[in-house]
């Protein structure tokens, strides 16, 4: 599924809503978890996960071709845990029911 | 930084600043967003959100485990897990706010 398919199950979904509501909608859901992680915060969605941003210290790696050391700055990774309620549901015996 | 934790209640506000659904409808429609990406993954459909990331559901095999505390093997059973990849958008707008270079 992608975002524009999620759109149209959620306009189907809600009939009173116009499509560019629901656009709006799902937008703003996205660009709110951005933000937060753009300030290092953490985003906790209780059942469905948590978005978190881990920092990568800088490091010495070496070019795999060369051989020669290059200096890797420090980075910070986005990072998403399953909450437990998804990750049960993942692993349900009959994952195909509803 | 004070860190602080974004909850569905700070979402479902946003929706209803920028949107004017009301407050109700607002926190209704942010479940309705989890429940719909949900609802695929369990299918075994992957979710992508341009500019965001990708959900990906990925089976693991059955392999042995061992207890770390107990040095005991365990067989730890096939089962899915999920995996996100954040795009390169939200990687680099990360990096340019935390790095404060970009």
């Known amino acids: 599924m992608i975002k524009s398919e999620l759109i149209a199950r959620l306009v189907e979904a809600n009939p009173h809503l116009y499509q560019r509501d629901v656009e709006r909608i799902v937008g703003t859901v996205f660009e709110e978890i951005s933000a937060a992680l753009a300030r290092n915060e953490r985003v906790e969605l209780r059942g ?15 070019n795999p071709r060369t051989g020669e050391q290059v200096h890797v700055s420090e980075k910070f990774a986005p990072y998403y845990k399953t909450g437990k309620a998804l990750r ?7 994952p195909h029911a509803v | 930084m004070a860190n602080r934790t974004v909850t569905r209640a700070d979402l479902a506000e946003a929706v209803y600043q920028e949107v004017g659904l009301s407050r109700n409808e607002s926190a209704d429609l942010v479940e309705a967003i989890l429940s719909e990406i949900s609802g695929s993954l369990v299918s ?16 693991k095999g059955r392999r042995i485990g061992r207890n770390p505390k107990t040095g005991e093997e ?29």
């Open chain 2, 44 to 59: 075994g459909e992957n979710v992508k959100i341009s500019s965001f990331g990708s959900f990906l559901v990925r089976d």
């Open chain 2, 74 to 102: 365990v067989s730890i059973e096939p089962r899915r897990v999920l995996s996100f990849r954040a795009s390169q958008v939200l990687k680099d707008r990360i990096n340019s706010s935390l790095t404060g270079g970009s």
């Open chain 1, 88 to 94: 049960e549901r993942l692993n349900r015996k009959k």
């Open chain 1, 48 to 62: 469905f996960g948590a978005f978190s941003v881990k920092r990568r210290p800088a490091r010495l790696g070496r």
